[in-house]
Each structure stands twice: as C-alpha cells, then as structure tokens.
T-cell receptor, first 116, second 113 residues
Framework: GAVVSQHPSWVICKSGTSVKIECRSLDFQATTMFWYRQFPKQSLMLMATSNEGSKATYEQGVEKDKFLINHASLTLSTLTVTSAHPEDSSFYIC????????????FGPGTRLTVL | AQSVTQLGSHVSVSEGALVLLRCNYSSSVPPYLFWYVQYPNQGLQLLLKYTSAATLVKGINGFEAEFKKSETSFHLTKPSAHMSDAAEYFCAVSEGAGNMLTFGGGTRLMVKP
C-alpha cells in the first residue's frame, strides 16, 4: 500500500510553454501533498505544501504565480509550471501523507522536466 | 527551526563490509526522523522512521538506525553491504504539525566488489 504515482515521468517542452505534472495517491487518501525540486546531485528542496481544498503554502523564494499548485481531491494534486524557461529544468518530486505530524510521506517516482 | 546534517557526501565500502551513514539533526521539539533511499532517476523510498517508540529502528533491506538524543544523531547502519545498496541516502526530520520534512544533503553510497 501507499503508492504514489506521477505523470508524466519525463517531459521536454519549449521555452514559454506551460507544463502540468500530476501526482496521485493510488491506494490511500492524502490529506497533505508536497512538491519538491531536486537539482542534479543535490538534496530535495521543498517548494510547497498543499492540503485538499485549500490554497498551497509556498516556501520562501518559490514564485506562486509560476508554480501553480492545485489539490482538488484527496488523491490528486497538480503542479503547473507556467511560461517555462530553461532554468526551470529540474527533477520534480511529489509526496503524499495521510494525516498528522510525523506521518510518513510517500514519494512519487519523480518527473524530469527539460525546457529547451 | 529544524535542520539535518549528513556527514560525508560520498561513502565507499566493499561488498560485505559494514555500512555506516551519519545523520545529525537539530530540532526544538522531539523529532520524527526518517531515512529514505533514492535510486537513479527515481523517487524516494522509505527505509525506516523513528516516531518516539523504540530508539533502535529496523527498516527494510537489512538497514537499521539508532536514535541517540544525547548526541542528536540518527545514524543508519547495515552489517553487510550488497552491490544493490549503491544509491543516494537521505536523512530527514519532521516536527510539529503539518509534517513538513527537512532533508539532509544526502550521502551517495558506493559498494565495491
């Protein structure tokens, strides 16, 4: 149990276009979902936290108008990178947790975004 | 504020040797501590977690970690390394409501035949 999927797993797009990444909890209801960004050979950086039905909470330095997060249901959150530029190229990973402090975060397989 | 330090960005061991990956944390409240493993181009897989029960936590794939409050450490060990253990390992801490994770910088484990 506790499987999280992401789609797509790899996307290449042109500069200026928008890309939507989906994160789904397949066998549990996720009260909270998290979006991370990971640069090559580096650790994960939290971008935002989202609770179902609420606005996402963004970390300092993350542009909320550029990285749109929607958490429409207890099993689906989406991250839309708007007007993507080459510097947005990265590995984006989502995670989901059921509820409560210290509850385990289950991670998706990640989405590699390459902006040309 | 919480933080995590992983000593050694790269650790190399021989197959069959002891694996020791170090993690020290700082937290203003009793922490929840996690170890995750990441294989290339994949997401993170939970190895084990500490949530204020037993201080010695056993995880998957033969890994275990010991919570030492006096040393603010949560080092990961495995008695005998396998080639398949080669991966990136992340220690993370969570405290309070919202279960936001703070990750360490990661340690790349290499296993030599």
């Amino acid at each position: 149990g506790a499987v999280v999927s992401q789609h797509p797993s790899w996307v290449i797009c042109k500069s200026g276009t928008s890309v939507k990444i989906e994160c789904r909890s397949l066998d549990f209801q996720a009260t909270t979902m998290f979006w991370y960004r990971q640069f090559p050979k580096q650790s994960l950086m939290l971008m935002a936290t989202s609770n179902e039905g609420s606005k996402a909470t963004y970390e300092q330095g993350v542009e909320k108008d550029k990285f749109l997060i929607n958490h429409a249901s207890l099993t689906l959150s989406t991250l839309t990178v708007t007007s993507a530029h080459p510097e947005d190229s990265s590995f984006y990973i989502c995670s989901a947790s059921r509820q409560g402090p210290g509850d385990t975060q289950y991670f998706g397989p990640g989405t590699r975004l390459t902006v040309l | 504020a919480q933080s995590v330090t992983q000593l050694g960005s790269h650790v190399s061991v021989s197959e069959g040797a002891l694996v020791l990956l170090r993690c020290n944390y700082s937290s203003s409240v009793p922490p929840y501590l996690f170890w995750y493993v990441q294989y290339p181009n994949q997401g993170l897989q939970l190895l084990l977690k500490y949530t204020s029960a037993a201080t010695l936590v056993k995880g998957i794939n033969g890994f275990e970690a010991e919570f030492k409050k006096s040393e603010t450490s949560f080092h990961l060990t495995k008695p005998s390394a396998h080639m398949s253990d080669a991966a990136e390992y992340f220690c993370a801490v969570s405290e309070g409501a919202g279960n936001m994770l703070t990750f360490g910088g990661g340690t790349r484990l290499m296993v030599k035949p």
